[in-house]
């Protein structure tokens, strides 16, 4: 039996809170969802590269004006934002899906494959949404429609963000989630918390991968250019020898992960993917490029990494008589879910999914620039699966590969999640 002050705090909560996170999650119609796997067929079939997303832009923002929301376009060169404002006050929170294809030629067999053809560091490229970008969007804008239909029950702001160029601005371009944030995404209607979803092959289809705190790692490319002073090979102290130097330091370079970098706190890699110089067996030349990339799941790590390499190659080569300068080019930092939103809002996604279809994921060494809002805002990056029933996820075509294939029942799910993310976050 109810005692009377339980049962006044039974009635208030019954009164005042419009939507209890204890409800069924909310779902989208048959009809909404057929909607979105036709958007999905149509941008797989009309991919574009990273700030090219013209196309791509239009069809968003036509569908986000065609629902009434406030839709800004041209941000980050292609970028598309809709804010819609609830009828009940309350926090603002963000939504976001990326834009962008890849130079890929398509090899799937499915009725809708892409022809599309583009321009690719001045070659003539095949490009497919070999990364699952299509399936993205086609949830973001069926979850800006189900949220348009509830308006009046929405409490505060959902911001959907549309953003090109998550593979990668083209060279001496700027793009992504850096450069929307640059042009002011943030400024006006800055959201208290920031969600992700992204597909990928490494899960059976509906199932939903999750890690609290660092889950995608930063990766960052150096240069490494070895001075030395060319001499004849039959001679080799008439001069400086840059690649029995270059080799120097890459053996050293290996003592940075292995010896110096405290991996209690978290892993991380160097590789060398570039080792080019000389152009005969008998000439020692004056110079050899190296080239690779380096992956952290700690900010600090990272930072001492880099000097770690700059120092170890520099004296390395001066220990030689040579010298080497070294250059870093910071890419993408570590993708980190805030801990509190992910213990708030992963019961928001066991809902949708189903609880036994949700895990932790491992650490993933590949990067991600949605990393970047969560660094300004709390932030929570989700991976959902879209390999079939039936098929093992630890051999199909991943994602970035010609063969790459979602199943489309994927879709409802990740446009579920969104939908329930934008109404749950209000009421937590
Ligand atoms: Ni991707």
Redesign the pocket.
């Known amino acids: 039996m109810l005692t009377s002050l339980s049962r006044l705090a039974l009635i208030t909560a019954l009164c005042f809170s419009t939507r209890s996170i204890a409800q069924e999650p909310v779902t989208i119609s048959s009809q909404l969802e057929q909607q979105v796997i036709e958007w999905r067929r149509d941008l797989h079939q009309h991919p574009e590269l990273s700030n090219r997303e013209f196309r791509t832009s239009k069809v968003i923002s036509e569908h986000l004006k065609s629902l009434g929301l406030d839709v800004q376009t041209g941000i980050a060169h292609t970028g598309v934002v809709g804010v819609l404002k609830g009828g009940q006050p309350g926090p603002i929170v963000a939504l976001r899906a ?1 834009m962008d294809a890849l130079p890929v030629v398509e090899q799937t067999d499915v009725p809708f494959k892409s022809t599309a053809i583009s321009e690719y560091r001045g070659k003539e490229v095949g490009v497919m949404h070999a ?3 299509d399936l993205h969007m086609a949830m973001l804008m069926g979850a800006a429609q189900k949220l348009s239909s509830m308006k009046d029950e929405i409490q505060g702001t959902v911001v959907f963000i549309f953003q090109p160029a ?2 990668g601005a083209p060279k001496g371009e700027e793009g992504g989630a850096e450069l929307m944030l640059k042009e002011g995404l943030f400024d006006t209607n800055r959201p208290e918390a920031v969600f992700g979803i ?1 597909v990928g092959s490494a899960l059976p289809v509906g199932h939903v991968a999750y890690r609290e705190g660092p889950l995608m790692a930063s990766s960052d490319r150096f240069e490494i250019t070895v001075k030395g002073q060319q001499t004849h090979g039959s001679r080799p102290w008439g001069g400086v020898d840059p690649i029995v130097t270059a080799g120097q330091i890459i053996g050293n370079t290996q003592t940075i992960v292995s010896r110096r970098v405290d991996i209690t706190k978290a892993p991380a890699v160097v590789s060398f993917g570039i080792v080019e110089g000389g152009v005969r067996n008998n000439i020692i030349p004056d110079e050899v490029y190296l080239e690779g990339t380096i992956r952290n799941f700690d900010m600090d790590n990272r930072a001492q990494i880099f000097e770690d390499l700059k120092s170890t190659a520099q004296m390395t080569a001066q220990a030689s008589g040579a010298q080497a300068h070294v250059h870093i080019d910071e890419g993408y930092p570590v993708t980190i879910n805030n801990p509190e939103l992910t213990r708030k809002m992963i019961p928001t996604v066991e809902r949708v999914a189903g609880k036994e279809k949700v895990h932790i994921s491992p650490l993933i060494t590949g990067a ?1 620039d949605f990393s970047y809002y969560a660094l300004e805002v709390p932030g929570l990056f989700v991976f959902l699966g879209v390999t079939p029933e039936g098929e093992n996820p630890a051999t199909a075509p991943s ?1 970035h590969s010609p063969l790459f294939f979602a199943d489309e029942s994927a879709l409802k799910v990740g446009t579920e999640i969104y939908v329930n993310w934008a109404l749950d976050y209000a009421n937590l």
Do not use: A, I, M
Request: glycine share 12%; charged share 45%; hydrophobic share 0%.
């Open positions: 990326d990364c699952g970008h998550e593979e992204h991600e994602n």
